[in-house]
């Protein structure tokens, strides 16, 4: 993947929440309350109960994206899908799960 292909990897819209995301750390990482209330989001997210089951399912992403690399199945190209499709159904799958 060269560095124009980078570049069209995103859509405008996927864009523009980069650069309103930036804004946002931007202006409120100053904020004592947002950096305690980031700092306790982080710490939820490494409790065992979610980082387990994201590791585990990181390392078989890895393993398929891995294997479809050695046969010329997978490229550089795919990398946005690689990480989008994944994702999101897995979120509300453990969402789910542990609100049980």
Known sequence: MNDAAIGNALTNREWAVLVWL???VFLAMPMKEVRSGLWDILKILAHPKI????AI????IAGVVLIGWRFDVWNGDLIKDTIMCPTHPATVATGSSLSR
């Open 51 to 54: 980082a387990i089951p994201v």
């Open 22 to 24: 930036a804004v946002f």
């Open 57 to 60: 399912f990181g390392s078989f």
